[in-house]
């Protein structure tokens, strides 16, 4: 209900990841640009979508709602969802709502290519 | 410091510490405490379809602002819930990491004493997300903004039934029961501000997939364990 401040930056890593860099707010009114980036993320059918939140700023419990149905939409179509570029704060935030159960965290991208 | 570190502290406030356990502080009089000890569990952990349910009511006319109406909501939160139902807010208010204990009636003339935690709390919004041995596995957020000159206030709850019973129960009426809940909630909020209107309700099924891989959850299930005690009262009697 308030006004999208995100931005996503998509590009492609390796032949299997597709990499979503997440700037500014992420809330409930990011969800048209954050599902737009999936989409650009999986046009060639990665493995798996990474959001990189090394430029996130400010997430709220909005903000998590759409992870929990961007999540959703990754294993719908065989993909894992990865994330990086997590502070302390927001590593904090994935365990305690649980997140961090499905989206595997590394410490940045390179990691993440790395593990699949 | 890293950009994102500084910038920060915008919303650390307004996030619980994460807690392995919850742990309740006095219990209110007439409320039970089924939560202390349980983990809280997100809509990943749960076991039905996923759904995001979205109430929504105008307060046209009424001279409130979102952060005034937030406020207000956090305050009386009890108040605004439907008769036969009870909401034991923590003395020290919703505020983030704080554990409010709730009976809810659920047909057939029983009630479930379960729980909410405060996940998450600012000006215009808190959410609470539900612990083990609650019906739903998830999140409701109720939030608040400007739109088109007037207050709109919001209740959305992003969940899972936790268990193949729940999940039953809901294909069996809970999902209307579940609406008229909410709405009615939003209805007596709504009144608070003078304000006489009908909530908008919008159903999305997130995920059809059943998770069977946490159908275990039932060992957790409060209704489950009222139901037993129900059934096996006339055995005990006899003893």
Known sequence: MTQDTAAMDVHVAGDALGVITVHGDVTAASEDALMDA???????SPQAILLDFSGLEYMNSG?????????VRANRAK???????LNDHYRQIFELTRLDEAIS???DEA????AL | MSEQQQNTARDEGNWATPVDRLEVGDVPAGALDTVGGKQVVSPIQGFGKMWQKTYRISLAGADVTPAELIQTWKDEFPSFWPKGSQFHAPLTGIAPGEVALLQASVGGGMKLSTGVFVLYADEESFTFMTPQGHMFAGWITFSAAEEDGATVAQCQVLMRAQDPLTEVGLVLGGHRKEDRFWQDTMRALAARFGVEAEPETSVVCVDKKR???????????????????TATAPLRKHK
Request: a positive charge.
């Open chain 1, 38 to 44: 999936y989409t650009r993320a999986s046009e060639d």
């Open chain 1, 63 to 71: 903000g998590i709602g759409l992870l929990v149905t961007l999540l």
């Open chain 1, 79 to 85: 993909q894992r969802l990865l994330a990086c570029g």
């Open chain 1, 105 to 107: 965290i590394y410490a």
């Open chain 1, 111 to 114: 990691e993440a290519l790395a």
């Open chain 2, 211 to 229: 998770q069977w891989g946490r159908a275990g959850n039932v060992r957790h299930s409060s209704a489950f364990r009222s139901s037993v005690h």
